[in-house]
């Protein structure tokens, strides 16, 4: 099976900008988590989508947002960018709760 | 609020040497916990995962033990090869709805020949 696919790959945005990343899950996966990766914080979760429905939500401001579609391909969208978003954002798929869970090779984004 | 440690930021090793990398989790409920290696300019890769009612995993040449007593975790790498090098993260899921993990800061892992 093919992996979990992510795009873009690098993105450089302006302060005050909104930005979509894309990602595409492993086939059969329906459920789909973001998550922010920095050097001063780690890896920190965004969100969950399962059946296109949020199913759990982290710690960061509504700039942060996402959607999940049909075919289990899931947006987040950040609005309003700012420096400290900038960061390497990264999609994970699993089939469901309590199973393995696969990331992509991740989005950089860079907030100038 | 919750987290997830890991007791020691970098680790070297020789090469060939066996390599254990331990963390500390802070929900007891958290049932479910995997081992991720992540390369430099990429992903975080699942190497393994353990269920609560687990002590003990094996893969290939990695090794996984449970002791829910006192909220640890480790990752036993046998005979480690250079290719090893990389940030090992663990990573807890404490929620009983969803996939939202906690991880860990991540151990740096240097093999040296």
């Known amino acids: 099976k093919a992996g979990v696919t992510q795009t873009p790959r690098y993105l450089i945005k302006t302060r005050g900008q909104q930005v979509t990343l894309s990602c595409s899950p492993i086939s059969g996966h329906r459920s789909v988590s973001w998550y922010q990766q920095t050097p001063g914080q780690g890896l920190q979760f965004l969100f969950e989508y399962f059946s296109e429905t949020q199913r759990n939500k982290g710690n960061f401001p509504g700039r942060f947002s996402g959607r999940q579609f049909s075919n289990s391909r899931s947006e987040m969208n950040v609005s309003t960018l700012e420096l400290g978003d900038s960061a390497l954002y990264l999609c994970?798929?699993?089939?469901?709760?309590?199973?393995?869970?696969?990331f992509g090779p991740g989005t950089r984004l860079t907030v100038t | 609020g919750e987290s997830v440690g890991l007791h020691l930021p970098t680790l070297s090793v020789q090469e060939g040497d066996n390599s254990i990398i331990n963390c500390a989790y802070s929900?007891?409920?958290?049932?479910?916990f995997i081992w991720y290696k992540q390369e430099s300019g990429k992903g975080p890769q699942f190497i393994i995962d353990i269920r609560s009612n687990m002590d003990k995993r094996q893969g290939q040449r990695v090794t996984v033990l449970l002791n829910k007593t006192v909220k640890h975790l480790s990752l036993q790498i046998a005979a480690t090869q250079p290719g090893d090098s990389a940030v090992y993260f663990c990573?807890?899921?404490?929620?009983?709805?969803?996939?939202?993990?906690?991880f860990g800061p991540g151990t740096r892992l240097s093999v040296l020949p």
């Open positions: 990573a807890e899921n404490p929620y009983n709805y969803g996939q939202n993990f906690v």
């Open positions: 994970a798929s699993s089939p469901g709760r309590g199973s393995e869970q696969y």
């Open positions: 929900n007891s409920a958290s049932d479910y």
